[in-house]
Structure formats: structure tokens, C-alpha cells
């Protein structure tokens, strides 16, 4: 392309780099020694990285196999779903006919485990997990995480999360069906569902330890940040995808052991007969001793980490798209300080408006005015940062790649979604539009598949850093443009039916005449959701056929890209680069400057040159 | 079968979809990467625009297409006063929201298409503009503003409790696993006392019977209520979180045990002039029942619904009642039909604390009665007929003293009565 000059990354680091002495003393390599040491207990970030994302990507299929399958019987509840009997079980209930049903207790079930397995486990732990651990150290000039051991832990709390929330699927009385956020009495009552018996305790448990991965993950995530960086690698010199890690992790810490403490309170209600959640109870034909508690107390602490929670969401994929769309348009991302102040302006106000998923629970509608105003104020930087992104394309010469492509339906899907927000932050109209189908539209554009669309970027841009090969860029497009349409597909109806007041989580619409004219549009839907699923599967047949028959990476940086961790060897060991530590001298994003392609970070300013990372 | 059919179908779709990705792959590198990237460029490039134009025509042709769904608009107009201005801020938000989404999807994708790369050119080097970015902080921040205050401005005036001096029924509806439970207040238009430890299976709500206003009260199975009164209704549940929802008036408010809520609405549209705006929309000429031709159709048949819009178990899409606002007389006509539910159901039975003693309101009853009977009696022509029955006069057995009710009866009859009976004598 328009290169015009080339950069030896192994002399650029040998001249300029930082000597600290790692090789002489033979600790990076011991770890690799064996098999166990090497894949499965490792404390390598490159590799709990990828064991971050397998797991993310097997969760995902599940969570995705779920909602098809609930799909099914919202869209066909004419049609018998006695095939899958072999697969659910009891859970579909087949009458004298052979006519099959999915049993509304397993409806509500798998709603309920969609909806935390895809929050947690696949956008949280999946995204932020992976591209945190193998782009921080990457990025920054670091060896590996501050705490590789703690990191190996983080991995492994996950995993352990994982097979329990697992195991909570074949219980005889049902995993837990409440919904994913598990809100009291209904949580705390096996006789009002019989989810919230053995299920609830492992979804609780299960969940617990999810915190506790992410507490030890987030704190190795801020302190490799801050300390860590190598020699030149100022806070402005930091790409942006660090930036998002960075906030993300200060989230995960201050807010998730919130939700701990809730789930804490929880657990004493349904085991040791306190009352913090409940009060004046009549169930399953006995009046209960409780008294006094508040299930509006649950959501306040529930929604003090769900809000941030969306944010840990959603920032790391606003972080890959930036890098990936600066370095596939060969410009600089514009208005980088904007960029990042937004991202704290998120993050920060991201703390002070989780009453708006409470507008309508009970509390004094004289408080919801602060929550309002904090919410829409929110719109603004996000404006700024869609501003932005549209702008780096502009004047630019876009490379388009798998990755560029998700990266600029990212921004499609977050201005489509962000602008819903816009409805349901009112409160006014949150009276209408709350627990309907418009809301089911807006989180899953803007937090599902927007945040969906920054994780593949990242998975295709950054393959060849993982693997030391490509993934397939033909079915990558396929992937791309089958996904952007059908997810589109999927969810824009859905802001139809919302209107027309169409609550969601509602196994069967035939009982109300308001909500019972929608069949065509709901087997659209389900059709949809099944063409997008089917592309999902093409996407992970895709990247486990490229890992080991992949087009072979052959030069280090194959996207022409400034950041570090294309300076490190295809293959790096544990330690990233075999000797010196690259050192920085510029900011990142010296893409088109001064008729140069790209100008890599560790390449000295010349003389005169100003920097923009200052 | 179709879903398995379309499963098949998408499997083999994939096979072929994987077997052309490895050929392109090949053929990629005969011809040269960057060729093929230059190519790959300009694909996508069009498939942009393509896209955009799909995706924006298809947006406002579906918006048309559902226009009956928009909130406020033809058959989907709320019922209720406050109504309109919910209505009415979904529809400015999706004015400047739409403009929003129309330019930036338009820039997104015109650029994608525009900046492409192409053999020979070089991206320019633009990090930032500060004037630009300040405009594009400020615009955002002066239409939420707009927004906020508008939506503000109408949050306030609709979420406050009455005031004690206003005009309004108060009715009241629980939310149980999985129906709602509604209470009107009777003839005193004061709602009893509940304790949910006194709940049984024949008192559903755990109404206190010792406490008078509660003899009144009326548990019907529908929801009535007169077209242009305020409603306060009483939101409460008995075991989970339940969601009083009434999507044609724009009313929603959780249900939470041990907490009460409230939602105050005017009903402004009577279900007969609900149906006869609906008869006027082709979606509602059809019959409301498929294997019924003939049959009403489905204006005919157009009820208001309660729903339950917070999960809460199994039965959650199941608790339906059906809402009828009508005229003042008809409201008036309905209520003067309805029995109180501890007269009819509880009085005298086995849970009856008051059982064997006379109430006030059993009094006040008699006292109608007899007044009627005496009117009844002087009206009658033929002497026979002039008798007045005088059935809840009782005397101690073997005795010419009254019973202690009895007794405190007469005494609670009230002067007035007497002094009616006597000068009609």
C-alpha cells in the first residue's frame, strides 16, 4: 500500500529498547515446561487469554442455543417440539396427541440462563477476560500480568463458575428461573418457583466465585496499567484499547463486590430466616414469619453493579473498535483525548444512575428526577465517541478486513441501540415502554450484539497475535454481513411490538387479546434468531479451522500497526519479547503522519517532530 | 417440522458456505494479496451503501407498515388522560432521535463506502478538531435537556399521590401467583384493614372482618370504572413481585409485598368508544375468532386488560382481568349489583369473628328494608296486604323481652326512622 518506509521491530527494540535483566535469571520459561504447566494451569497472559475466550465462546454457543430454543416455542407454539425431547428431556412435555411443548418452568429457565450466561460469562468474562489479558501486557511493554498467579486463579474461578452454573442445569428440580436478576421474594421462595430451590443456591454460588474472578482479574488489570508500562509508555501514550481495560477494571472492583454483598444479604433470607428482601409473605398456603424487609433494597444493590455492568460490557468493545478502525482506516482514531475523557465520563456516571431500571418498582418517583438527569446526561459522551468513530473514517483509506467490517457495525448497532436508550432513561416513558419488548430491543442491540460485534473485531484482528495464523476472511464477511442483517433481523421488530405493549418474558402471548396478533412477526423473529445462530457456528468453525490450518502469519506485523504487541515474535515465549523490553516515544496512533503509512511506537521522534501523546 | 426443516437447510447452507471461504482463499493468493485486498475493498464498499439503503428504506417502510403500532397513533391512542403526554414525548424523542440515526448512518456508511481503500491513495492525517468536537458535545447536550425537562415536566405531574381534598375511587388489586385479586372500597368508600397472616382460602386478601369498613368491601372479578374519575388504584402483592399493567391507559407500577404502591389515572375513552375507534382500522374488521367467520368481529369483541408486567413464576403471561370503563350510570348501576364479599361469603361462616352478632351495616340493611316494607304496606290497596313482616324481631325464649340484638337494634334504629314509620301510621 501507500507505505513508504519500512521498521525493523528487532533493531528498533535491540537500539532503543529497556534492559531489565528478565532472560538472565530463566523465571519466564519454567512455567512452560510441560503440558499441564503449559495449556492448563498456565500463567501466561497469552494463553489464559485464549482459555478466557474458548470458554466465552463455548458459553456463548449455550447461552445462543437457549434463546433458539426458547424462540422456538415463542414463534411456533403451533408446531410440536417433541424432536428435541431427546435432548431436554422432561422438560418438554409431550400429550397424548405427541404433541410437543416446551414446559413454561424450562421456559423460564432458559431465559433466565441466556440472560446470565451471555451477560457474565460470555460478555464479561469472554470479552473483557480475554482481550484484557492478552493485550494489557501486549500493549503497555510488560512480560505478563503484575500477579501471573493471581491471574491463572482469575481464569480458573471463572471456569469453576462455569461447571457449577453447569451442573445447575440438570437438577431434577430445574436451574433457576427467575430471571437474571434473580429478584427477591421470587428468588428467595422455592415454593413460588421451583428454580429458586438447589437452582438459586448454585446460581448464587456459582455467581460468587464469577465475582471473585473478576475482582482478581480487575485488580491485576490496574496495577499492570499503572505500573507496569515500559520506559516512554505514558497514560497519553496508552492506545485506547488500554484505556477502556483500565476503566472497565476500576468498574468490575468498586461494583461487583456490591453485588456479592447483595447476593450475601440473599443468601442469609433463604437459609438463615432473615429478612432483609422479604416481607409479609403469604405463599404456598402459609403465611411467612418475615418481616419488615424490602425486595426494593435487593435492586438497589442489584442495580448498583448491573448498571456498571453494562458498561464492563460494552467499554472494552468501544476500546477494540477504536484500535481496530484507526489502524484498518490508516489514520489516527480522532479526537483520542476526547475519546478517552468520554470513557471516564461514562465510566463515572455509569455509578449514579442504576434507580433507572427502577422507575417503575415501588420507589418514591421524586427520586427517579436525579436518575433522569444522570442517564440522559450519558448520551452525550456517548454521542461524542459515535462522532468520533464516524470521523475516523473520514478522509481515510480503509482496509476492509473481517475485523474493520465489525468494527464499523459496532457503531451502526451502538447508535441504534444508544438511541432507544434515550426513550427508556425517561422516566415518562419508561411507564409505557418498561419490561416490554422495546426494552428486550434496546439492551440486546446496544449491550448484546453491539458488544458481540467489538468481540469478533477483536477476535479477527487479533487472531494472528494468539494463533501465529489468519482466520478466513471469506467466511469472516459471510459472518459479518449474514450477522449485521440478521441481528437487525431480530431486534428491530422488536421495538414494534414494544409499542404495542407486548411485555416481554411472556411464554405465550394467546391469553390477551392486545398481545396475541403478533405470529407472523414472531416466527419472523425466530427464523432470524436461527439464520444468525447458524452463523455464529460458522464463525467458531471458522476459528478452530484456523487455528491449525489458518493462513500462516509470516511477517510480525501483518496490519501495519504501531502498538507493541506486533514487535514481539509471532510465536513469543512467556516473557513476550526474547530480550530487551521495546520502549516508546510516541503516541499511538501515528497512522498517514507526515506521508508515512505508520510510524511504530518504538520508532525515536525525529527531529522537531512533535508528539501527540503528551 | 418446519423448525427442523430450516435447521437442515441452514446446516447445509454452511457446508457449501465453508467450502467457497477455502476456495477464495486459494484463489486469493494465485492472484496476489493486495489485488485481492484492493477487490475485497471495493465489495465492501458497495455492499455499504447497499446496506445503508436497504437498512434505512426498510426502517421507514416498516415504520409505516406498523404505524398502528406507534404509541399515540390511530388504534393504539391511550384511554387515559395522562396518556397523551407520554404519547406525546414518544413521539418528539423519536423525531430528534430519528434524525440522529438517519445523518450518522448516512455519514457511517457513505464514508465506508467513500474512503474505501483504493490502490495509489493515502489516508490524511487528521487527529482532531477541537471546534467540531465541541459542536458535537454541545447539539447532543441541548436536546437532552430539551428532553429531559419535557419528560420531567410530565413525570411530576403524573406520579404524585392524590391530595386529600380531591374526588377519586380508590380500588385496590394484589397480585398473586398468577391472577389478580381487586377489591372495591363499598358504600364507604374506605377500604379495610388487611393482615396477611390472617390470609385463608376463603379470605384471599387477609381482610380483618373486626374492622367495620371492611364489611363492604366488594371483591369483583373484573375491573369497572366510570369513564372521566380519577382512579387511585392500590397496588400491593401476596408472595412475589407482580406488575399492575394496563397497557391501553399507560399505567404499569410493581406489585410489591409488603410494600404498597399507587397509580393515579383518569380513564378518558369507554370500552364501547374504544371499539367503535377500533372498527375503523382493517386489522380489527377481521372475525376475532379464526374458525368463526361469521362471528363478532374483533372490535366487536375489544376488552381493556390488567396484565402482569414483572416476572413472577411460571404463570406470569397468565394474569388477565378484564377492564371496562363505561358511564357514570352504567359504573353506578354495576356497584349497586355487586354483594359485599363478607356478607356473601364470610358472615356467619366458620371465620366469621363477628358471627351471631348484628352489625351496623346489617342494621342500616334492615332498616331500608323495613322502611320499604312500611312504604310498600301504606301503598297497597287491599287490607290483606298492608303487613308489615317484621323479621328480625326476636324475644327470649318463653319471654315477652326482647333478645340483646334485637333490642340493640331498635335502639340503632334511629329516631328518624321511627318518627317515618309512625307518621306514615
Keep these: ?614 | 417440522m418446519t423448525p427442523l426443516l430450516i435447521l437442515i437447510c441452514l446446516v447445509l447452507i454452511t457446508i457449501v458456505v465453508i467450502q467457497i471461504g477455502k476456495v477464495t482463499e486459494l484463489a486469493s493468493s494465485i492472484r496476489g494479496e493486495e489485488d485481492t485486498q484492493f477487490e475485497t475493498n471495493r465489495w465492501s464498499g458497495i455492499l455499504s451503501l447497499v446496506f445503508l439503503v436497504v437498512f434505512l428504506v426498510g426502517c421507514v417502510y416498516s415504520a409505516i407498515y406498523y404505524k398502528n403500532y406507534m404509541l399515540g397513533y390511530g388504534p393504539h391512542a391511550s384511554a387515559s388522560q395522562h396518556g397523551g403526554s407520554i404519547d406525546f414525548l414518544f413521539d418528539i424523542t423519536l423525531f430528534f432521535t430519528g434524525i440522529v440515526f438517519v445523518i450518522t448512518h448516512i455519514a457511517l456508511f457513505w464514508f465506508a463506502y467513500k474512503y474505501q481503500g483504493r490502490k495509489g491513495r493515502k489516508a490524511e492525517f487528521i487527529s482532531h478538531n477541537n471546534k467540531l468536537e465541541v459542536i458535537w458535545t454541545l447539539v447532543p447536550a441541548i436536546v437532552m435537556t430539551l428532553l429531559v425537562i419535557s419528560g420531567l415536566d410530565a413525570w411530576n405531574e403524573i406520579m404524585p399521590d392524590v391530595a386529600d381534598d380531591e374526588d377519586f375511587i380508590e380500588i385496590e388489586a394484589t397480585g398473586v401467583q398468577f391472577n389478580w385479586l381487586l377489591r372495591y372500597p363499598g358504600p364507604d368508600n374506605m377500604l379495610g384493614t388487611r393482615d396477611y397472616k390472617k390470609i385463608t382460602g376463603v379470605n384471599p386478601l387477609g381482610q380483618d372482618w373486626t374492622d367495620p369498613k371492611n364489611h363492604d368491601d366488594l371483591q369483583p372479578g373484573e375491573i369497572v370504572l366510570p369513564v372521566g374519575k380519577k382512579v387511585r388504584v392500590r397496588i400491593t402483592a401476596r408472595d412475589v413481585l407482580h406488575n399492575f399493567y394496563l397497557p391501553h391507559f399507560r399505567v404499569k407500577m410493581d406489585a410489591v409485598p409488603g410494600i404498597p404502591t399507587y397509580f393515579i389515572f383518569t380513564p378518558t375513552k369507554t370500552t364501547e368508544e374504544y371499539r367503535q375507534e377500533l372498527s375503523n382500522y382493517a386489522e380489527y374488521q377481521v372475525p376475532s375468532d379464526p374458525d368463526d367467520p361469521n362471528g363478532p368481529q374483533r372490535w366487536e369483541t375489544f376488552e381493556y386488560e390488567l396484565a402482569c408486567a414483572e416476572l413472577c413464576g411460571n404463570g406470569h403471561f397468565s394474569m388477565r382481568r378484564v377492564v371496562r370503563i363505561v358511564s357514570e350510570a352504567e359504573y353506578e348501576a354495576w356497584l349497586g349489583q355487586q354483594k359485599s364479599y363478607y356478607l356473601g361469603n364470610i358472615r356467619n361462616g366458620d371465620e366469621d369473628p363477628l358471627k351471631g352478632q348484628v352489625l351496623d351495616l346489617e342494621i342500616s340493611q334492615r332498616k331500608t328494608d323495613f322502611t320499604t316494607a312500611v312504604k310498600q304496606a301504606l301503598g297497597a290497596p287491599d287490607s290483606v296486604e298492608k303487613v308489615i313482616p317484621l323479621n328480625y324481631v326476636q324475644y327470649e325464649t318463653g319471654s315477652s323481652t326482647l333478645t340483646a340484638d334485637s333490642q340493640y337494634e331498635l335502639d340503632n334504629l334511629g329516631a328518624g326512622t321511627q318518627g317515618e314509620c309512625l307518621s306514615a301510621d
Excluded at chain 1, 448484546?448 to 501465529?468: D, E, K, L, S
Excluded at chain 1, 497512522?591 to 505508520?598: A, C
Aim: aromatic share 18%; hydrophobic share 50%.
Design chain 1, 1 to 614: 500500500m501507500a507505505n513508504t518506509r519500512t521498521y525493523d521491530e528487532d533493531v528498533l527494540t535491540e537500539e532503543h529498547g529497556f534492559e531489565d535483566h528478565f532472560h538472565d535469571h530463566h523465571h519466564g520459561d519454567k512455567y512452560q515446561t510441560s503440558f499441564l504447566t503449559h495449556y492448563i494451569f498456565s500463567q501466561d497472559h497469552k494463553i489464559i487469554a485464549r482459555q478466557f475466550l474458548i470458554t466465552g465462546m463455548f458459553w456463548g454457543l449455550v447461552g445462543a442455543l437457549m434463546s433458539v430454543i426458547f424462540r422456538l416455542q415463542v414463534g411456533f407454539p403451533e408446531e410440536s417440539l417433541s424432536w428435541i425431547k431427546p435432548l431436554l428431556g422432561k422438560w418438554i412435555t409431550v400429550n397424548e396427541e405427541g404433541f410437543g411443548t416446551l414446559a413454561p418452568e424450562f421456559y423460564y429457565a432458559l431465559v433466565t440462563m441466556h440472560g446470565t450466561i451471555l451477560v457474565f460469562f460470555v460478555l464479561t468474562a469472554g470479552l473483557s477476560g480475554t482481550f484484557s489479558n492478552l493485550l494489557i501486557p501486549f500493549q503497555v511493554g510488560a512480560r505478563d500480568m503484575a500477579s501471573p498467579l493471581l491471574n491463572m486463579f482469575s481464569y480458573w474461578f471463572f471456569f469453576l463458575a462455569g461447571v457449577i452454573m453447569f451442573y445447575s442445569l440438570f437438577l431434577s428440580t430445574g436451574p433457576f428461573a427467575g430471571g437474571w436478576t434473580a429478584y427477591p421474594p421470587l428468588s428467595i421462595l422455592p415454593q413460588a418457583s421451583s428454580g429458586s430451590g438447589a437452582g438459586m443456591t448454585l446460581w448464587t454460588l456459582s455467581l460468587v466465585l464469577f465475582v471473585v474472578s473478576v475482582l482478581l482479574g480487575g485488580i491485576n488489570y490496574v496495577t499492570t496499567i499503572l505500573n507496569m508500562r515500559t520506559k516512554g509508555m505514558n497514560m497519553w501514550r496508552m492506545p485506547l484499547t488500554i484505556w477502556a481495560f483500565f476503566i472497565t477494571a476500576i468498574l468490575g472492583i468498586l461494583s461487583f463486590p456490591v453485588l456479592a454483598a447483595g447476593f450475601f444479604l440473599l443468601m442469609c433470607d433463604r437459609t438463615l430466616g432473615t429478612s432483609f428482601y422479604i416481607s409479609e409473605i403469604f405463599v404456598g398456603g402459609q403465611a411467612l414469619e418475615n418481616v419488615g424487609g424490602s425486595p426494593i433494597l435487593y435492586q438497589h444493590l442489584f442495580w448498583f453493579l448491573g448498571h456498571p455492568e453494562v458498561y464492563i460490557i460494552i467499554l472494552p468493545a468501544m476500546g477494540l473498535v477504536s484500535e481496530v478502525l484507526a489502524v484498518h482506516s490508516r489514520k489516527p482514531i480522532f479526537g483520542y483525548k476526547a475519546m478517552v475523557f468520554s470513557m471516564l465520563a461514562i465510566g463515572f456516571l455509569s455509578f449514579i444512575v442504576w434507580a433507572h431500571h427502577m422507575f417503575m418498582s415501588g420507589v418514591n418517583p421524586f427520586l427517579s428526577n436525579f436518575f433522569v438527569v444522570f442517564t440522559l446526561i450519558i448520551a452525550v459522551p456517548s454521542a461524542v465517541k459515535v462522532f468520533n468513530w464516524i470521523t475516523t473514517l473520514y478522509k481515510g483509506n480503509i482496509r476492509y478486513t473481517a475485523a474493520s467490517l465489525f468494527a464499523i457495525g459496532f457503531v451502526s448497532m451502538f447508535i441504534s441501540g444508544g438511541l432507544t436508550g434515550i426513550f427508556l432513561g425517561n422516566s415518562t416513558l419508561d411507564i409505557q415502554l418498561h419490561d416490554t419488548y422495546f426494552v428486550v430491543a434496546h439492551f440486546h442491540i446496544v449491550m448484546g450484539v453491539a458488544a458481540f460485534f467489538g468481540m469478533f473485531a477483536g477476535v479477527y484482528h487479533w487472531f494472528p497475535r494468539m494463533f501465529g495464523r489468519f482466520m478466513n476472511e471469506t467466511l469472516g464477511k459471510v459472518h459479518f454481513w449474514g450477522t449485521l442483517v440478521g441481528a437487525y433481523a431480530v431486534f428491530w421488530p422488536m421495538h414494534y411490538l414494544g409499542m404495542a405493549g407486548v411485555p416481554r418474558r411472556y411464554y405465550s402471548f394467546d391469553n390477551f387479546d392486545t398481545f396475541a396478533h403478533f405470529d407472523n412477526m414472531n416466527k419472523f423473529i425466530t427464523i432470524a434468531a436461527m439464520v444468525v445462530f447458524a452463523l455464529q457456528v460458522l464463525f467458531v468453525i471458522n476459528f478452530f479451522y484456523s487455528i491449525f490450518k489458518g493462513k500462516v502469519q509470516k511477517t510480525k506485523n501483518p496490519w501495519g500497526a504501531t502498538t507493541l504487541e506486533w514487535t514481539a515474535p509471532i510465536d513469543a515465549p512467556h516473557g513476550n519479547w526474547p530480550g530487551k523490553i521495546p520502549a516508546v516515544h510516541r503516541w499511538p496512533y501515528d497512522y498517514g503522519k507526515d506521508g508515512e503509512d505508520f510510524i511504530p511506537q518504538i520508532a525515536p521522534l525525529a527531529e522537531g517532530e512533535k508528539d501527540h501523546g503528551h
